[in-house]
T-cell receptor, first 114, second 112 residues
Framework: GESVGLHLPTLSVQEGDNSIINCAYSNSASDYFIWYKQESGKGPQFIID?????DKRQGQRVTVLLNKTVKHLSLQIAATQPGDSAVYFC?????????????FGQGTILTVHP | DAGITQSPRHKVTETGTPVTLRCHQTENHRYMYWYRQDPGHGLRLIHY???????DKGEVSDGYSVSRSKTEDFLLTLESATSSQTSVYFCAIRAIMGETQYFGPGTRLLVL
C-alpha cells in the first residue's frame, strides 16, 4: 500500500514472478484511476487506467483491479522483468474540477532480481 | 514523453535569484500542468493552464508564477528562489477529451 512517510513500501521479486502492487485511494467519489511507473531520473510514465464503472482492465502484461467497496486499487504485472524495476504509484481523479485534478499516491518501489 | 520537453534539465542557483523553467509540447494540447515532487509528498500541483493566457493556482502555488503566451509553451517562474523550492519539477499535459496526464522528463532544481 501507499505510505505517508519518507520510506516508500517496497516489493522485491524474482524475474519471471508475478507482482502485485497495491494502492488505497481516499475519495469514494473518484471516478477515474491511473497507474504510473517512474524510473530513476525520469518522469512518470502512464501504464494503465480504469474507470469506476469497471472492476478490471487488462493491458500488455499488466492488469488493474478496482474494489470500490474498500477503496482499493491494485496493479498486477505478469512475468516481471528487470526492466520493470521502478517506483509505481496510483492517481485518482476525484471529479468535480474542470481541469482534471489528480491526487497522487507516493508509490511503491519494485525491485526485480535476475 | 508524449512530445513534452523541459528545459533546463538541471539547474543550480542561489537563494534570492529568479529562475524560469520551460515546458514545451508539440501536440497542441490544451491543458498543461506544473508539479513538484519531493520525498514524502508525492506529486503536488503548483499551477495549471487551460489555454493561452488562462492559468490558475494549484495546491502549492506560493512563491511561483506561470505564463502561457503560446499553446506550446508553459513557463514556471520562481521570483526569488528559496531553499525550500529545491525539488524536481515536472510538466504534464492533458488532451481536451481525455483525463490522463502525461509527464515530461523533469527539471532537477537545487537552490543553495
Amino acid at each position: 500500500g501507499e505510505s505517508v512517510g519518507l520510506h516508500l513500501p517496497t516489493l522485491s521479486v524474482q524475474e519471471g514472478d508475478n507482482s502485485i502492487i497495491n494502492c488505497a485511494y481516499s475519495n469514494s467519489a473518484s471516478d477515474y484511476f491511473i497507474w504510473y511507473k517512474q524510473e530513476s531520473g525520469k518522469g512518470p510514465q502512464f501504464i494503465i487506467d480504469i474507470r469506476s464503472n469497471m472492476d478490471k482492465r487488462q493491458g500488455q502484461r499488466v492488469t488493474v483491479l478496482l474494489n470500490k467497496t474498500v477503496k482499493h486499487l491494485s496493479l498486477q504485472i505478469a512475468a516481471t522483468q528487470p526492466g520493470d524495476s521502478a517506483v509505481y504509484f496510483c492517481a485518482e481523479n476525484e471529479g468535480g474540477t474542470s481541469y482534471g485534478k489528480l491526487t497522487f499516491g507516493q508509490g511503491t518501489i519494485l525491485t526485480v532480481h535476475p | 514523453d508524449a512530445g513534452i520537453t523541459q528545459s533546463p534539465r538541471h539547474k543550480v542557483t542561489e537563494t534570492g535569484t529568479p529562475v524560469t523553467l520551460r515546458c514545451h509540447q508539440t501536440e497542441n494540447h490544451r491543458y498543461m500542468y506544473w508539479y513538484r515532487q519531493d520525498p514524502g509528498h508525492g506529486l503536488r500541483l503548483i499551477h495549471y493552464s487551460y489555454g493561452v493566457k488562462d492559468t490558475d493556482k494549484g495546491e502549492v502555488s506560493d512563491g511561483y508564477s506561470v505564463s502561457r503566451s503560446k499553446t506550446e509553451d508553459f513557463l514556471l517562474t520562481l521570483e526569488s528562489a528559496t531553499s525550500s523550492q529545491t525539488s524536481v519539477y515536472f510538466c504534464a499535459i492533458r488532451a481536451i477529451m481525455g483525463e490522463t496526464q502525461y509527464f515530461g522528463p523533469g527539471t532537477r532544481l537545487l537552490v543553495l
